[in-house]
């Protein structure tokens, strides 16, 4: 037979729960922190965003429901936030790249290959040539 011995309705802090209890709780936390991390967050304008408050070392994107802006708002260490804005607008296709003009001008392979010997040239003559030293 086992002895108590705590007086009665005293409880020990290092009361270690039942796995019924610790399993849902972990489930729920798990579920919550997936849904945490893939939502937006909307706010109501710039007063929202500068209202919504940032744990001190992370960042946090805000959308803006009234206007078409996203503010990312951060914090320092020391909790001190700061926030930038950016407007986005809708495209109606895919960027062009531009085309190149019959102006501009390049290089041809027989150019290089002319600009390669002339360098050659050059460097053979900053050699320092081999001269015979006469002996005495």
């Known amino acids: 037979m086992a002895y108590n011995f705590y007086p009665t309705g005293y409880q020990p ?4 729960p039942t796995q019924n209890n610790a399993v849902p709780t972990q489930m729920n936390v798990g579920a919550n922190n997936a849904n945490a991390q893939n939502a937006l967050i909307w706010v109501n304008g710039e007063v929202g965003a500068k209202s919504y408050l940032v744990a001190p070392n992370s960042t946090v994107v805000l959308w803006d429901t009234e206007s078409q802006t996203v503010y ?5 260490a020391s909790g001190m936030p700061s926030i930038k804005t950016l407007d986005y607008t809708m495209r109606e296709s895919a960027a062009k790249t531009p085309e190149i003009s019959a102006t501009t001008d390049f290089a041809t392979k027989e150019d290089i290959l002319h600009i390669r010997e002339e360098i050659d040239a050059l460097k053979e003559d900053l050699k320092p040539k081999k001269t015979k030293v006469s002996e005495r």
């Open 13 to 16: 802090y290092n009361v270690i």
């Open 72 to 76: 990312i708002k951060s914090a320092d």
